[in-house]
């Protein structure tokens, strides 16, 4: 899979969007990028994922660079229950079986 | 929706002793479980593959007869921390793949060796 790279902390003020950036260089044709958070002392949660098209959801909207190689995953109106680290990652397969490799995350801290 | 279930939430045990983990997935059948662990103020960490009616796969450098791994039914995978030391407090994290979402993951577990 390929590698990821984040910036490892970002604050957002309460309302505002926040606007989390991952860099994925090396991504293969087949990846599909997936976007987790996880809450202090807690299991991770999966937020939204995409391949090339951008997606949005409840949670969040997924923008895909059209070369493919960097992404923003954005919060429209951050809370202070957003407050968690946001792992990004690249995965082969959209199928079920495949391991997720996790990296060092962006610790997002929403301020009020 | 699909959810995994883990099970304690937090346990303290003492040195020596072994501390069993269940991770079950509700509602929708696993042949294939990930165990996680995470310590302080870093990231997920892959122990091991946990398959239905097979033996597990252990990452590089984590021991398999301190980390045994049973994976008896489509919907539950335990890990046993035997013999457990000091070292081995950490947070541990159970997923279960699920098309679509990656993989759904369970609230993880303390555990705390005294």
């Known amino acids: 899979d390929a590698k990821t790279t984040q910036p490892p902390s970002m604050d957002c003020a309460e309302g505002r969007a926040a606007n989390l950036p991952c860099n994925h260089s090396?991504?293969?044709?087949?990846?599909?990028v997936y976007w987790y958070r996880q809450i202090h002392s807690q299991g991770p949660q999966y937020i939204i994922h995409?391949?090339?098209n951008n997606e949005t959801n409840e949670m969040a909207s997924l923008i895909i660079t059209e070369d493919r190689k960097s992404s923003t995953l954005i919060l429209p109106h951050a809370t202070l229950r957003d407050t968690a680290v946001y792992y990004c990652?690249?995965?082969?397969?959209?199928?079920?079986?495949?391991?997720?490799?996790f990296g060092e995350g962006t610790q997002l801290t929403v301020n009020p | 929706g699909a959810v995994v279930s883990q099970h304690p939430s937090r346990v303290i045990c003492k040195s020596g002793t072994s501390v069993k983990i269940e991770c079950r997935s509700l509602?929708?059948?696993?042949?294939?479980m990930f165990w996680y662990r995470q310590f302080p103020k870093q990231s997920l960490m892959l122990m091991a593959t946990?398959?239905?009616?097979?033996?597990?796969?252990?990452e590089q450098g984590v021991e398999k007869d301190k980390f045994l791994i049973n994976h008896a039914s489509l919907t539950l995978s335990t890990l046993t921390v035997t013999s457990a030391h000091p070292e081995d407090s950490s947070f541990y994290i159970c997923?279960?793949?699920?098309?679509?979402?990656?993989?759904?993951f369970g609230q993880g577990t303390r555990l705390t060796v005294v």
């Open positions: 997923s279960a793949p699920w098309r679509g979402a990656g993989a759904f």
């Open positions: 090396t991504i293969s044709g087949n990846e599909y």
């Open positions: 995409g391949l090339k």
């Open positions: 990652i690249v995965r082969s397969t959209e199928t079920s079986g495949s391991r997720l490799t």
């Open positions: 509602d929708f059948q696993a042949t294939t």
């Open positions: 946990s398959n239905e009616g097979s033996k597990a796969t252990y």
